[in-house]
């Protein structure tokens, strides 16, 4: 299992790549994860809003971690390209807990946090709880460090997540992921940060542009999620209303 996670890890770090960004369609189960997998997708990545919906919890580390963990679980075992989790903020667990954990499903990456419920952590001790997941993990974790100054609406967000980036890196992180940073700021991240940056895309904005603008992943988040619920909300109101569905 070792040399298979650490293989995982070194394969999942190498598709960061600014300018040519690792395009992740989150998943959240296991035929989620078979359908991106067999679309072409070189890697998958959990959300953790869309499992806590799917097990019936809203999101933020309100349900239980063990369920929170086999479900990624299970998107690991049906994978068989690399499989990078959404820990959130680490649902309280000492950082070699959570290496051991993540490491022990599979997983050859996860994302960190750095809120706490609406606030923001010190990043000084977020950078200390990074440097001490990466030493108990070593290289077989690609850690993608969330700066949460913009979805938090900080003053200066963008000073904010370079210099929360910055810290991050230092401490071990393999990339930054400032969350819901608007497409105007994704050049001034990449060029600020001295390593990969994960941005989100959103309407209106093209994979093109944000690959131009340096880019080196691209996530989606719940919203992967949401369409097809919404599609099953619009096939069982087809149905309910006696229409054919198809």
């Known amino acids: 299992m070792t040399d298979e996670v650490n293989d995982g890890a070194a394969r999942l770090r190498g598709l960061h790549r600014p300018g040519d960004p690792l395009v992740l369609p989150n998943v959240w189960d296991a035929a989620s994860a078979r359908v991106v997998q067999e679309a072409g997708f070189p890697a998958l990545a959990t959300a953790s809003a869309a499992i806590a919906a799917m097990l019936g919890y809203p999101d933020g580390e309100v349900a239980p971690v063990d369920e929170m963990f086999a479900a990624a679980a299970r998107v690991v075992r049906a994978a068989d390209v690399p499989v990078t989790v959404d820990a959130e903020a680490g649902y309280g667990l000492p950082p070699a807990e959570l290496a051991e954990r ?47 100054t913009f979805i938090r609406q900080a003053p ?25 940073a608007p497409a105007e700021t994704v050049r001034a991240l990449a060029e600020g940060l001295p390593g990969p940056v994960n941005v989100n895309q959103f309407p209106g904005t093209s994979l093109g542009e944000l690959a131009a603008a340096g880019a080196a992943r691209v996530s989606y988040g719940p919203f992967p999620h949401m369409h097809v619920m919404d599609a099953l909300k619009e096939f069982a109101g087809r149905l309910r209303a006696g229409e054919d569905p198809a």
């Open 102 to 148: 993540l490491l022990a499903m599979g997983a050859a990456g996860c994302n960190l946090e750095d809120s706490r419920g609406d606030d923001l952590v010190d990043p000084e001790e977020q950078a200390a709880y990074l440097a001490e997941v990466r030493a108990a993990a070593g290289d077989a974790l690609v850690i993608n460090a969330r700066a949460d």
């Open 156 to 180: 200066d967000p963008l000073d904010g997540a370079l210099a929360r980036g910055r810290r991050y890196l230092a401490a071990g992180a393999d990339c930054v992921y400032p969350i819901m």
